[in-house]
């Protein structure tokens, strides 16, 4: 407790305010769900509503019942007509004030005090719900007690949350907030259940936690977090404090949870991606793409970090860059088994920059090895230019060199002329050609044709056939 001095105006106001509480004393006390035998919160109506009847609002000031000692101690004050020292206590709900009297517990004091605050209220029977395990719930149009432990029902969740401005929709008798993201299911003891995304900006339990009085709030909520919840179920406990005492938001508690959880399984070398959990590296790498590198070849590097691995998605690109530093080197080697090494450990870039380089380089050695077939003229020399340029780098590639090394030669021009209607860029080159070299140019389509349109493994067959056009 700290204590400090009031203003004569903040005085006078604060002993008007608690003269109201005697007015009706019965109504600092909530409405009990269970009414059972012995029920102390209508034990306490009863007597508040005999002390209203007889005006003797001191009866209790020596009582073993801190919350009815705490009745008599407030109207105490409010008689004195003076309160110039008021102590304040940080609790759950934040700073209160209070009048200190006689040695009644302070907590309670403050509760009895605020008795038309919605929140502070519930502190009158803390005292009760220590060492009697009943519960208050309150909230601008509830005020409810339990003694039998139970729950204040859905209805009372929904008021918090459309009080403190919660945007919520129900599924299936669950209530949820957010819809993208991680999420965690926060089930009350009652069995109600709020299921919370992580995009909420939200602090929702803390919330709702701070219209709940209950001896033990770890024993009436409970957490759990689907997120590889079939291989680690952390939950940081210093996290999850922080999350109801409302430190930290939805947003950051479900993070925090799923990097923690993330550390965990990377350290029993577990592999994820999103939310599916592997313990086989094989299992694990058939889920990304297999296009631009086998992924089975990646199996004993993997397994040689030493660790598992997390990914958001199967990214090749994001794999390649956790393995690249250490195993780089072998992985293009396993990759392109036949390229000379010092080629290999030439190539710069990212991965996927440096296994593209590397496919380049392999394709145009395995296009000049493929191309055996000897030139016989000028002419020829240029067709198999042509061609060696569009199986090595496109038509667009081959159309520029073609074009450049065109020159005056009209069997050249008819060669030209067939590539291009071949490959659909005659367009706007027409005017290059005469008659003469679309006639003789024509001849060579169907040659043509098959020389593109096949691979060029069989290439210099191909060429071969259009060689009675090419003198």
Known sequence: MKLKFRSKRKEKEFLGHITTLFENPESLVPDCI??????????????????????????????????????????????????????????????????????????????????????????????????????????????????????????????????????????????VIGNLGKSIVVSHFSGINIRIFEDSEYSTIYTIVRHFLTKDLFSDFRVSCPFIEDRITIIPPDDLNRYFSGQIDDKTFIRSIADARIREAVGKSLYIIADRCYSDPGEFLGEFPNDVVNTSLL??????????????????????????????????????????????????????????????????????????????????????????????SGKFVAIRNGEKNLQADPVNRAIFYAFVVTVGELGNREWLFNDQDRELGGKMLDSMKKILENDYSSVNSNIAGIRPFVP
């Not at 598992?308 to 994001?318: A, E, H, Q, T, W």
């Not at 290999?344 to 191309?371: C, H, M, T, V, W």
């Not at 240029?382 to 199986?391: A, M, T």
């Open 34 to 175: 269970d009414k059972g035998f012995l029920c102390p919160f209508e034990s306490y109506r009863k007597k508040m509503e005999s002390l209203k009847e007889s005006q003797k609002f001191e009866k209790y000031l020596r009582s073993s019942d801190q919350f009815l000692s705490a009745i008599s101690e407030t109207h105490k004050v409010s008689d004195s007509d003076s309160a110039p020292v008021v102590g304040f206590i940080t609790t759950p709900y934040g700073n209160v004030e209070y009048a200190k009297r006689g040695n009644t517990d302070e907590t309670v004091l403050a509760g009895v005090q605020h008795f038309d605050d919605e929140i502070w209220r519930m502190l009158a029977f803390s005292s009760l719900t220590r060492s009697k395990g009943a519960r208050v719930y309150s909230s601008r149009n509830f005020y409810l007690g339990s003694c039998k432990g139970h729950g204040p029902g859905m209805e009372f969740f929904r008021d918090v949350l459309e009080e403190h401005g919660i945007k919520y929709h129900e599924e299936e008798g669950t209530i």
């Open 299 to 392: 199996i004993p590097y993997l397994k040689s970090m030493g660790h598992g691995l997390y990914v958001d998605y199967p990214s090749l690109r994001k794999l390649l860059e956790v393995l690249w530093p250490s195993h780089g080197n072998e992985i293009l080697k396993a990759t392109f088994p036949d390229l000379d090494e010092n080629k290999l450990r030439s190539l710069k870039g990212n991965p996927l920059d440096q296994i593209e380089r590397a496919r380049k380089i392999y394709k145009i050695e395995d296009i000049d090895s493929a191309f055996t077939i000897t030139p016989w003229s000028k002419a020829s020399e240029y067709l198999i230019s042509l061609v060696k340029d569009f199986f090595k």
